[in-house]
């Protein structure tokens, strides 16, 4: 992935990163908690541990927006602020990752994503 794309999409996740972010401000909840659980998708990273297919499995389950568009849509339903400030969260993570070139995960190992390789042995990245 390299050129106009790789920009378009890096840009992209700073555009998930920032409204996120904003949509946090919004629901009243305290910054500590956004700052605690900020990383909380990264945990699945231990999931590579019983090896590459697992991992990627388990780490594009928490790097998708699937997750956080259902809690959204849970918590516009339940009116609740907690659930939103979550979602919100879990997608300002998933943007800030974006943003930096981290892409979901292919089966052969960590460094292989749809957004390119990633680490040092990347090329064109």
Same mark, same amino acid.
């Given at each position: 992935?390299?050129? #106009?794309?790789?920009?378009?999409?890096?840009?992209?996740?700073? @555009?998930?990163?920032?409204?996120?972010?904003?949509?946090?401000?919004? #629901? !009243?909840?305290? %910054?500590?908690?956004?700052?605690?659980?900020?990383?909380?998708?990264?945990?699945?990273?231990?999931?590579?541990?019983?090896?590459?297919?697992?991992?990627?499995?388990?780490?594009?389950?928490?790097? #998708?927006?699937? !997750?956080? @568009?259902?809690?959204? !849509?849970?918590?516009?339903?339940?009116?609740?602020?907690?659930?939103?400030?979550?979602? @919100?969260? %879990?997608?300002?993570?998933?943007?800030?990752?974006?943003?930096?070139?981290?892409?979901?995960?292919?089966?052969?190992?960590?460094?292989? #994503?749809?957004?390119?390789?990633?680490?040092?042995?990347?090329?064109? @990245?």
């Amino acid at each position: 992935m390299a050129g #106009t794309p790789r920009t378009i999409l890096r840009l992209e996740g700073l @555009a998930l990163f920032t409204i996120a972010s904003v949509a946090f401000s919004y #629901t !009243g909840l305290s %910054w500590w908690l956004y700052a605690a659980l900020f990383l909380l998708p990264d945990v699945s990273f231990v999931a590579y541990g019983a090896g590459p297919r697992l991992g990627a499995m388990i780490y594009n389950i928490l790097h #998708t927006m699937i !997750g956080p @568009a259902l809690l959204i !849509g849970i918590g516009l339903f339940l009116a609740s602020p907690l659930l939103l400030g979550l979602a @919100a969260i %879990w997608a300002a993570h998933i943007g800030f990752d974006r943003m930096l070139g981290y892409g979901l995960k292919y089966a052969t190992g960590f460094s292989d #994503t749809h957004l390119g390789r990633i680490g040092r042995d990347r090329a064109g @990245a």
